[in-house]
């Protein structure tokens, strides 16, 4: 009598999820984006003192990122599309981490707006990234969750960021020494990023076979021919709702960006309250308000 010998089959392997590693990460480095923003609307009371600076100055001071931060967008996607999120955000944190330190060694209003206007400028490229990864990193069933854990971490930025910096001034008293080893910490993240992300999950060594078979299917629609490289056509939105849409995030970020830069000044001057204190306001501002 003859027995057949069946050899157990080997289960499937589970794809990987290092995907939304590479998510988790850009939470991360957009909640140290929204840290480094609001240094220096923490610092201000300081500032103002020891630079004897007007309203007016401390108005430009403060607006100053936003001219480059603004006006840059087109030409930091443009780089994005030639040079791909990992150079540009490794780029990126290096250069705003150099000009977040810079601020420490101002000497006035003038060289605080030239480092703001640093500090917008390489910051500009940051949240873009985030949707250009989400295209090529996520399925199109996922992309709205990838939007959320990023966008999460920009009130979560502003809440823990001003709590820190503020009890880093009162600890070394000195919003110098803070704005140094902020920028410092900000470059070394350069290095955190370069070794992490990449442009495409192909490209990363963490990604296996199964999980990039998977977000190839997730983006195939329904009738698509995989091997067409023809760019599919947009949805189509109407102008009506473009400009509606516009009008709701701009009247968003009169109130988000005016807490946010002159919140902390208002504390100080018409509450009175010391720099833990506002660290502390700051924190549950941005905390219960998201």
Do not use: C
Not at 21 to 27: C, G, K, L, Y
Not at 70 to 88: C, E, H, T, Y
Not at 174 to 193: E, K, N
Not at 277 to 290: D, R, Y
Request: no cysteine; glycine share 12%.
């Amino acid at each position: 009598m003859t027995h057949s010998i069946i050899s157990p089959s080997t289960p499937p392997q589970k794809p990987t999820h290092f995907r939304w590693v590479i998510f988790t990460t850009m939470f991360f480095l957009l909640a140290v984006n929204l840290m480094d923003r609001i240094t220096l609307s923490i610092g201000m009371p300081y500032i103002k003192e020891e630079f004897s600076l007007s309203p007016t100055m401390q108005g430009l001071i403060l607006s100053s990122f936003f001219w480059t931060y603004a006006l840059l967008q087109v030409p930091g996607g443009w780089m994005l599309d030639r040079f791909g999120p990992r150079k540009v955000i490794t780029g990126a944190l290096i250069g705003w981490g150099f000009f977040q330190a810079v601020i420490g060694l101002a000497t006035g209003g003038i060289s605080l707006i030239i480092a703001r206007l640093g500090l917008g400028a390489m910051e500009t490229p940051v949240s873009p990234s985030g949707a250009k990864l989400s295209s090529t990193w996520l399925t199109q069933s996922e992309r709205g969750r990838g939007a959320v854990i990023m966008d999460a971490g920009s009130p979560l930025g502003v809440a823990v960021g001003g709590i820190v910096v503020a009890h880093l001034i009162v600890l070394f008293d000195s919003w110098r020494i803070t704005f140094v080893i902020v920028g410092l910490f900000t470059m070394l993240l350069g290095a955190v990023a370069w070794r992490i992300l990449r442009d495409r999950p192909s490209q990363h060594a963490k990604v296996d076979k199964e999980e990039l078979a998977y977000i190839t299917a997730g983006n195939i629609v329904a009738g698509d021919d995989p091997n067409d490289t023809t760019p599919t056509k947009g949805l189509g939105i109407s102008w009506f709702t473009m400009i509606a849409i516009m009008v709701g995030r701009a009247s968003w970020g009169m109130v988000y960006w005016g807490l946010l830069t002159w919140g902390p000044s208002y504390l100080a001057q018409a509450q009175g309250l010391n720099l833990a204190s506002i660290g502390n306001s700051t924190f549950l501002i941005f905390i219960l308000g998201h």
